[in-house]
């Protein structure tokens, strides 16, 4: 019943961002041009939230595969929640450059209102990073309980006898 809740949650937190952002980002039937264009923001946001959560996860998985440590969902969230940081160092970082390479000053490209797309960027790919965390927890299934038992491996304690 966790697994079935834990699947409906995390399908919920990854669709609710897309789903907001399609009815804010799409122009109105009365200012469509009906083209490509009326969806090009709509593929720039969800391509910046999604893609740098998934870049994060994909990053913490090559990691933890390379280094053979168990993947965990709260190093899944933690992970989407780094790749999107980096993702807001790599823009910012990129367009104050930029703005002051061209135009003498950040705020000529970047404007007044960057603060307030961090944290729409923060929340919303913290959305995405915990459905998918909970999607890979329903994946794998909880760790089972305490004291289930001794470990096997090469640093198990040894067989108790009975």
């Known amino acids: 019943m966790i697994r079935i809740a834990a699947i ?7 669709a609710c961002p ?11 039937p009365m200012y469509r041009t009906h083209g490509f264009a ?3 923001f709509l593929g720039q946001t969800l391509l910046a939230i999604y893609g740098s959560v998934l870049l994060g996860i994909a990053v913490h998985l090559v990691h933890a595969r390379r280094s053979g440590q168990p993947w965990f969902p709260v190093g899944v969230f ?4 780094y790749g999107m940081l980096a993702a807001c160092i790599v823009f910012f ?17 970047i404007g007044n209102l960057w603060g307030m797309l961090v944290i729409f ?8 990073s915990a459905g998918i965390a909970l ?4 994946w794998r299934g909880p760790a089972g309980p305490a004291g289930a038992g001794p470990a096997k491996g090469p640093w198990s304690s ?3 006898v009975t």
């Open 18 to 28: 897309a789903v907001w952002l399609a009815a804010i980002t799409i122009p109105v």
């Open 93 to 109: 970082g990129g367009a104050s450059l930029y703005g002051i390479a061209k135009y003498g000053s950040p705020d000529k490209v």
């Open 78 to 81: 933690k992970a989407g929640m």
């Open 158 to 160: 040894p067989p108790r």
């Open 38 to 40: 009326d969806f090009l």
């Open 135 to 138: 999607l890979f927890y329903a």
């Open 8 to 14: 409906i949650a995390g399908l919920v937190l990854i």
């Open 121 to 128: 960027w923060g929340i919303l790919s913290a959305f995405v």
